[in-house]
């Protein structure tokens, strides 16, 4: 079984950014669709963004659109979360989740591998 483990996460003034990297245990990590989600305290989990694959296709949220990008290094089995321009909103607990075969990668029922989560508090 694959396992997923966050890092990078931690408290940032608003306007500063973050990398979050998600590790994984296997090399067949670079088979798998890869999503960042988050949940701030008394909401939803929620997407963020993600990355298909092939890396062909990547996604966000509008929310990031702009100020986050994903990026795939297979050689470490890791995928990044590079945040930039945080703002307070941006609060959360942040979790990678990777899947194979998916498709659909903004959903988070397709995913079949989760990680603990990575807190990120962006203060005003």
């Known amino acids: 079984q694959v396992q997923l483990r966050e890092s990078g996460g931690g408290l940032v003034q608003a306007g500063g950014s973050l990398r979050l990297s998600c590790a994984a245990s296997s090399r067949t990590f670079r088979s798998y669709a890869v999503g960042w989600f988050r949940q701030a305290p008394g909401k939803e989990r929620e997407f963020v963004g993600g990355i298909h694959w092939n890396n062909a296709t990547r996604r966000f949220a509008n929310s990031v659109k702009g100020r986050f990008t994903i990026s795939r290094d297979s050689a470490k089995n890791t995928v990044y979360l590079q945040m930039n321009s945080l703002k307070s909103e941006d609060t959360a607990v942040y979790f990678c989740?990777?899947?194979?075969?998916?498709?659909?990668?903004?959903?988070?029922?397709?995913?079949?591998?989760w990680g603990q989560g990575t807190p990120v508090t962006v203060s005003p």
């Open positions: 989740a990777a899947g194979l075969g998916l498709r659909e990668i903004v959903r988070p029922d397709g995913y079949d591998l």
